[in-house]
């Protein structure tokens, strides 16, 4: 984990400046972990913050087209001064999954986000249907954000139960 970036981005001056911070590298490294301390940070300063999965935000909005409330959902996430997307970019987005986070990054201009993803920026591009849609979203999102390349081997090996059967010592004769 670069420590430097990260006590850098905990200092906040991202968030008082309107950036983003984007967070990328394999799963299990502790993307989601820095994201939520940022945001507990932002909390103890002040900031409003909401965290969600990117997943959830995209089925709230397509709810919203459904029912009609898509104005009030959409200023529901532009109203917190830092919105945590946990997960973005896990699969290829359909047309109206791309317009509804396209609105999502335009209106929250001004307004931080902190984005955790498995894949870097660069390969975000080939998700979107649109080209033109990708290159105005990405360009807003990525030219103003902080971006950290988390890397190493996943923390999650190290949680998982120990099978019973298992000894945990050196033979005993």
């Not at 409003?48 to 909005?61: G, P, Q, Y």
């Not at 975000?124 to 999102?141: I, K, Q």
């Not at 954000?145 to 050196?170: D, F, T």
Request: proline share 7%.
């Amino acid at each position: 984990m670069p420590a430097a970036q990260i006590r850098d981005l905990a200092a906040l001056c991202w968030l008082h400046a309107g950036e983003s911070v984007i967070l990328f590298g394999p799963v299990g490294v502790g993307k989601t972990h820095v994201a939520e301390a940022l945001g507990h940070l932002a909390v103890r300063q002040g900031a409003n913050v909401r965290f969600t999965k990117t997943s959830r935000v995209l089925a709230e909005l397509a709810s919203g087209h459904a029912d009609r409330t898509w104005d009030k959902r959409m200023r529901e996430l532009i109203r917190p001064d830092v919105l945590i997307l946990d997960d973005f970019a896990m699969r290829q987005l359909s047309a109206a999954q791309a317009d509804d986070l396209y609105e999502l990054v335009s209106e929250r201009q001004g307004r931080s986000l902190i984005i955790t993803s498995n894949r870097a920026p660069s390969d975000w591009y080939p998700l979107f249907p649109n080209p033109v849609v990708a290159e105005s979203l990405l360009d807003r999102l990525i030219n103003t954000s902080h971006q950290v390349i988390m890397n190493g081997p996943s923390y999650r090996p190290n949680k998982r139960p120990r099978n019973p059967a298992e000894k945990s010592g050196p033979a005993v004769s």
